[in-house]
């Protein structure tokens, strides 16, 4: 079992930045670990992955060079910094880990945490 704690969500104006913190303990043994969004009446979708091992990076269009995915694997803390926020940007964020290798499916994820409410005002 894994155990995912996200933290750094909050209130920012658009054009700022944040910086999301997700804590792994448990059997940490995974592939990707991955940030997903669910925006207020809108279905989860993917935002960033990386893998544990060589820190193969994938991102969602979207958020492209504007949102960098990073690993402390002696920590087992994924984070996710987040540049230049739109209001569109407005979500709960979850951080998940999977066993396999699709890294940009939020169906092949086996574990989430519970979710950091991230909100952009115009």
């Known amino acids: 079992q894994v155990q995912l704690v996200e933290s750094g969500g909050g209130l920012v104006q658009a054009g700022g930045s944040l910086r999301l913190s997700c804590a792994a303990s448990?059997?940490?043994?995974?592939?990707?670990m991955g940030w997903f969004r669910q925006p207020p009446g809108k279905e989860r979708e993917f935002v960033a992955a990386?893998?544990?091992?060589?820190?193969?990076?994938h991102y969602a269009d979207s958020v492209k060079g504007r949102f960098a995915i990073s690993r402390d694997a002696v920590k087992n803390t994924v984070y996710l910094q987040m540049n230049s926020l739109k209001p569109e940007d407005t979500a709960v964020y979850y951080c998940?880990?999977?066993?396999?290798?699709?890294?940009?499916?939020?169906?092949?994820?086996?574990?989430w945490g519970q979710g950091t409410q991230v909100t952009v005002s115009s």
């Open positions: 998940a880990a999977e066993k396999g290798f699709s890294p940009t499916n939020v169906n092949a994820y086996d574990y």
């Open positions: 448990g059997r940490t043994f995974s592939t990707y």
């Open positions: 990386i893998s544990w091992s060589g820190g193969r990076t």
